[in-house]
DNA sequence: CCCTTTTGTCACAAGTTTTTCACACTTTGA
DNA sequence: TCAAAGTGTGAAAAACTTGTGACAAAAGGG
């Protein structure tokens, strides 16, 4: 996850060789793509990406994912490096650097953390990543990777949580009412379609080609979507 | 623990000055009579002592106590610096360095364990930080970091201490009311809501668009922020 | 290709839930 | 006992949600 290909590629090389399984990313829109789609034991980062900058996406982690991160960077001032470790990073290693320490470090920081391995279940139970978004349970909140927040409503929120527990799976309408609706008030049918419908539209799904929340013809919805829980 | 007396009498002095609580050793007798008596949370160790190895005495430390260890040394060679952490360091700090990183590299280290520990309930009562905020609960009283502190009524207190012990978590408002009623007078639903419209207003949080403390619609409230508990 | 069925969307209104306020009642401390 | 601060209450207002019906668009079947 650093902005030169000449240091990512190698570096990355270098690392599977100690046995670490590494995915790369050009800028934090990648580094937020790769976050949404698999889970990472910790992640380098450079701080001086293009487009977003590291530290901001680096604060981003380590308030919402949890993730172990640690910083790369050049020519970084004692400053720097306070600030970036009061941001949340777990150590912060200025360039050049040998690739060995680099190693040393992260087995460093995997060990502290699975030393003290047992977290706590009891603060809610993180949430689900799928696409490009972060369905947050104990937040009860939509979260796009680019970092942007989408308010749901009760019945919205509800609605795609059922989905997200039942991803790749047609739903119908009696089915989804059911688990959508409080109170037993008997609704008609048609009154999921508008909530897909306002759904779709907080997911930026277009209803004439949705990518995410299809519509099975004569059948109900279904979430298409690799989803993941995330831990927390 | 350095071997400089000029060294390490300032740098505890230092230390001292951000709320850690220092002893201090000449050398690996000293430090080992010290662990006799006492529990550390961290100990920062210089890699040249007089007499035993920095880094024997580390490898003890780390497989015997498991407390974790920062290295000191002057000069340090990418290799010596594997070669700490391989033994069990959680960092390892090149000498000359400016204080102000070793603290938050103390800091980093400390926050990295709190986070995976089941985290002593009960234990100190220094306060939480969240947001721009410090909520005192010795003092019983909420400070800004810009050093100004706001006056809480006995209720308004307790529920916010109630909401940074469960932070990123819905409370509806009978759990609400359950923890913030001292006795079980029946006080009914709403009069949660006037105080957290007056919690709102001392936290400068905007009700049309509240940022710390958010509406769940139809279940109750939430403290949308990262809370830390501190030390002291 | 046309007709029927199903789905998408919109504005709107009804219904809920939340926010805020003044006020009365209670507690606290001098 | 009195004043001052705190707190619950009810009501009114504001904000928000959500079902509905109408109509447009799309899909499927013959």
Redesign the pocket.
Known sequence: MDDHQEIRGPLATYLGRYGLDVSTAADAEGVRALLAQQCFDLIVLDVMLPGEDGLSLCRYIYEHLKIPVILLSAMAEPADRIAGLELGADDYVTKPFDPRELVARIKTVLRRLEGAAPAAPAAGNGGYSFDAWILDTSRRELRHCDGRTV?L????YRLLHVLVEHPNTVLNRERLLDLT?RDE?T??D??I??????L??KLGDD??R?RLLR??????YLLAAEVRRLPI
Not at 153 to 156: A, F, L, R
Not at 193 to 198: E, G, I, K, L, Y
């Open positions: 308010e409503s009760p019945v919205e609706t008030a609704v008609f048609r009154s379609d508008t909530q897909v419908s306002r779709r539209k209803a004439r949705p519509t099975a013809w004569g059948d109900g």
